[in-house]
Structure formats: structure tokens, C-alpha cells
């Protein structure tokens, strides 16, 4: 990938299942950093297996990768693949200040959920690594907000929010550039400059959350990620770092 968003391939295919899936049916074929983009989802999915809706017009993409880090290295890509969304988000519609980060995976709308990001791995201690970064973006639709557990955040298109009709090709086009700048970042100086980024556009940070466990739920002061991607939390029974969660506003 360089600097200006070209070396990567894109593959545009009318449906597929899932566009990780077919990433990782690929992967051994590709020759370097490859976009998939999907028409349509037919078993969309995202975070803990949950069913993704991905009707025609919305964006269903997947970057196809082959790192070479540690897998605890490997996962803070998310972060770079949540900057370029949000720059690319930028870019299409001229709207600096409607789009935050919500930790660990989300691009929110005027305060909704309009984006998502998925990252799933293959044989990343092997010899042939596979890391497909899966992104979901509400372009035209969102799922009624009844689809979602009461506590989440509200889904929102962007359509809706913003009055802009962009296509996914379209889309892509601004996201994929964005992404090899924040990939060359993350390669050079490391997560320190795609943390501090990340803060700046942070939703509800020094607010308070809840963050929702395996092992139950925390509440307190949310005040920022550390060096490993972890959310900080100030609770009353003192400062936890929590690596994996659902955050709740």
C-alpha cells in the first residue's frame, strides 16, 4: 500500500454471503492488500455473531490483509480502520463535526450508530496470516431501532442524517486512501498517533458509561484508551482497564 491510497486491489461482487468470509476463501490467491465489496449481504454479520443487515446501497466492504505483528498488535488496526472512517465520512459530506468514535468499534451520526467494524483473523502465529477487516457503513438504511437491545445506540443511515446519497463505490474511493494513510502511520511511528487521534473524535469521553462483560457490567468515568487499545473506566472501586466490552451510554 502507498501513501496515496494506491497498491491495494479492489474486487466488486454483486452478493456474497459475507464479505470476511470471502476474504478469507481468497486470501491465499491475493498478491497484496485487497478491498471486497459486496452489493449485498446475505448473512451479513458483526460483532459476537450478531446478524448484520445489509441491504443493497449500504456499504459492505473488506479489507484483506496479511500482517506480520503479534496478534495483540495485529487487533489495534481496528482503530486505524475507525480513523479512516471517519475521515472518509469527512470527505463525502463536508461534515467535520457530526462523526465520533465509540469504543472499541463504532462511527456514530449526530450521536447514532452509522458504522461498524469487524476484525477477524486466521493463523496469525502461522506462516500464511490472514486479518480481514470487515466494515459496515449505513450509506442509505439503517435496521428499525426496535432491532436493537434497549441501552444501545440507536441505529442511523446517512442518508437520513445528512440528506447525501453516497454509493458504495463511491464511498470506497475516499476510504481506501484514508485507510493507507493510517496504516503507514500505525507501520512507522506505531499507536501512539492513532490513539491520540482516536481521542480527539472519542465519543462521551470523560462522561460516564457502562461497560458490559462476560462478567457483568462496570460504571463510571470513561477516560480514554491506553497504550494497548484498552478502555479506561474510573469506577468507584478504582481505575480499570477493560480490553473487550459492549459500552453502553
Known sequence: MSAKGEGAGRIVLPEIDST????????????????????????????????????????????????????????????????????????????????????????????????????????????????????????????????????AVAPVSLLQETGLRITPEAFLDALAPAYVAWEAAFQTEGFAPLRAAWLAHAARLGETIRARTGKGSREGVFEGIDAQGNLILRAPQGKLAIPAAEVFF
Not at 465489496?37 to 466492504?61: E, M, V
Open 20 to 151: 470476511n468470509a470471502e476474504g478469507f476463501r481468497r486470501a491465499a490467491t491475493l498478491a497484496g492488500p485487497t478491498w471486497i465489496l459486496a452489493g449485498l449481504q446475505t448473512a451479513g454479520r458483526g460483532r459476537r455473531a450478531r446478524p448484520w443487515t445489509s441491504p443493497p446501497g449500504n456499504f459492505h466492504g473488506t479489507l484483506v490483509l496479511k500482517p506480520t505483528e503479534p496478534p495483540e498488535t495485529v487487533a489495534l488496526r481496528s482503530f486505524a480502520a475507525a480513523l479512516a472512517l471517519r475521515d472518509a465520512l469527512v470527505q463525502v459530506t463536508g461534515l467535520d463535526r457530526s462523526f465520533t468514535l465509540k469504543w472499541p468499534n463504532d462511527v456514530l451520526c449526530n450521536g447514532g450508530k452509522l458504522a461498524g467494524i469487524l476484525l477477524e483473523s486466521q493463523g496469525l502465529n502461522g506462516p500464511d496470516p490472514v486479518l480481514c477487516i470487515g466494515i459496515g457503513v449505513n450509506l442509505i438504511a439503517a435496521p428499525d431501532a426496535t432491532q436493537v437491545e434497549p441501552g
